[in-house]
Protein backbone atom coordinates (compact mmCIF):
# COMPACT_ATOMS: atom_id res chain seq x y z
CA UNK A 1 0.00 0.00 0.00
CA UNK A 2 1.29 3.34 -1.05
CA UNK A 3 1.94 6.14 1.96
CA UNK A 4 2.90 9.46 1.42
CA UNK A 5 3.35 11.52 5.13
CA UNK A 6 4.16 14.95 5.10
CA UNK A 7 5.62 16.54 7.41
CA UNK A 8 7.19 20.27 8.60
CA UNK A 9 4.01 22.42 8.12
CA UNK A 10 2.31 24.41 10.34
CA UNK A 11 2.54 28.39 11.84
CA UNK A 12 5.15 30.32 9.48
CA UNK A 13 6.14 33.57 9.87
CA UNK A 14 5.58 36.08 7.31
CA UNK A 15 8.63 36.68 5.27
CA UNK A 16 9.94 33.48 6.94
CA UNK A 17 10.80 29.80 5.86
CA UNK A 18 9.27 26.77 5.27
CA UNK A 19 10.59 23.69 5.20
CA UNK A 20 8.20 20.74 4.42
CA UNK A 21 9.06 16.68 4.11
CA UNK A 22 7.36 13.87 2.13
CA UNK A 23 8.24 10.56 3.38
CA UNK A 24 7.16 7.99 1.13
CA UNK A 25 6.42 4.09 1.64
CA UNK A 26 4.78 0.66 -0.48
CA UNK A 27 6.44 2.41 -3.92
CA UNK A 28 9.44 1.79 -5.71
CA UNK A 29 10.19 5.93 -4.83
CA UNK A 30 12.98 6.19 -7.86
CA UNK A 31 10.34 5.20 -9.75
CA UNK A 32 8.18 8.11 -9.38
CA UNK A 33 8.44 12.02 -10.37
CA UNK A 34 7.09 13.77 -7.20
CA UNK A 35 5.13 16.92 -6.77
CA UNK A 36 3.82 19.47 -4.02
CA UNK A 37 0.93 20.88 -4.68
CA UNK A 38 -1.42 23.66 -2.43
CA UNK A 39 -5.23 24.82 -2.14
CA UNK A 40 -6.33 27.27 0.32
CA UNK A 41 -9.74 27.90 0.85
CA UNK A 42 -12.59 28.17 -1.76
CA UNK A 43 -9.55 27.85 -4.47
CA UNK A 44 -8.37 25.41 -7.09
CA UNK A 45 -5.68 23.05 -5.66
CA UNK A 46 -2.20 24.23 -8.13
CA UNK A 47 0.89 22.75 -8.40
CA UNK A 48 3.98 24.12 -6.38
CA UNK A 49 6.86 22.34 -7.58
CA UNK A 50 7.75 18.61 -9.37
CA UNK A 51 10.47 16.89 -9.59
CA UNK A 52 11.43 13.95 -12.25
CA UNK A 53 12.09 10.70 -10.37
CA UNK A 54 16.18 11.05 -11.69
CA UNK A 55 16.20 14.90 -9.70
CA UNK A 56 17.45 15.80 -13.38
CA UNK A 57 13.97 18.03 -14.13
CA UNK A 58 12.84 20.38 -11.92
CA UNK A 59 8.98 22.38 -12.49
CA UNK A 60 8.11 25.04 -10.16
CA UNK A 61 5.04 27.24 -10.15
CA UNK A 62 4.71 31.16 -11.04
CA UNK A 63 3.63 31.70 -7.96
CA UNK A 64 6.50 30.43 -6.19
CA UNK A 65 10.09 30.43 -8.74
CA UNK A 66 12.59 31.95 -7.07
CA UNK A 67 11.77 31.15 -3.78
CA UNK A 68 11.25 27.30 -3.58
CA UNK A 69 13.36 24.35 -3.67
CA UNK A 70 12.05 20.90 -4.60
CA UNK A 71 14.56 18.03 -3.89
CA UNK A 72 14.70 14.31 -3.40
CA UNK A 73 16.53 11.79 -1.60
CA UNK A 74 15.86 8.40 -3.58
CA UNK A 75 18.33 6.78 -0.58
CA UNK A 76 15.78 7.75 2.24
CA UNK A 77 12.33 7.44 0.00
CA UNK A 78 12.08 11.08 0.77
CA UNK A 79 10.69 14.58 -1.20
CA UNK A 80 11.25 17.95 0.15
CA UNK A 81 9.88 21.36 -0.37
CA UNK A 82 12.11 24.63 0.35
CA UNK A 83 10.48 27.58 0.26
CA UNK A 84 11.73 31.65 1.43
CA UNK A 85 9.89 34.80 1.80
CA UNK A 86 6.65 33.70 2.84
CA UNK A 87 3.47 35.55 2.51
CA UNK A 88 -0.01 35.32 3.12
CA UNK A 89 -0.63 33.79 -0.20
CA UNK A 90 1.65 31.07 0.53
CA UNK A 91 -1.14 29.74 3.18
CA UNK A 92 -2.91 26.71 2.12
CA UNK A 93 -2.44 22.62 3.11
CA UNK A 94 0.40 21.74 0.98
CA UNK A 95 0.53 17.61 -0.50
CA UNK A 96 3.07 15.61 -2.01
CA UNK A 97 1.92 13.58 -4.91
CA UNK A 98 3.83 10.61 -6.54
CA UNK A 99 3.03 9.56 -10.25
CA UNK A 100 5.00 7.31 -12.55
CA UNK A 101 6.75 9.04 -15.49
CA UNK A 102 7.66 12.17 -16.50
CA UNK A 103 6.72 15.76 -14.52
CA UNK A 104 3.11 17.11 -15.40
CA UNK A 105 1.30 19.79 -13.52
CA UNK A 106 -2.10 18.93 -13.66
CA UNK A 107 -3.30 16.94 -10.34
CA UNK A 108 -5.03 14.20 -12.77
CA UNK A 109 -1.03 13.14 -13.22
CA UNK A 110 -0.58 12.26 -9.87
CA UNK A 111 -2.58 8.98 -8.66
CA UNK A 112 -0.64 8.85 -5.11
CA UNK A 113 -1.60 11.29 -2.50
CA UNK A 114 -0.69 12.59 1.11
CA UNK A 115 -2.84 13.54 3.69
CA UNK A 116 -1.47 17.15 3.81
CA UNK A 117 -0.26 19.87 6.38
CA UNK A 118 -1.65 23.01 6.89
CA UNK A 119 0.90 25.75 6.59
CA UNK A 120 -0.22 29.32 8.17
CA UNK A 121 1.15 32.51 7.79
CA UNK A 122 1.41 35.20 10.38
CA UNK A 123 2.19 38.41 10.44
Known amino acids: QVQLVESGGGLVQAGGSLSLSCAAS????????MAWFRQAPGKERDIVAAIHRSGDHLYYGDSVKGRAIISRDNAKNTAYLQMNHLTHEDKAIYSC????????????????WGQGTQVTVRS
Open 26 to 33: GLTFSDYA
Open 97 to 112: AAGLGIVVVHPDGYPC
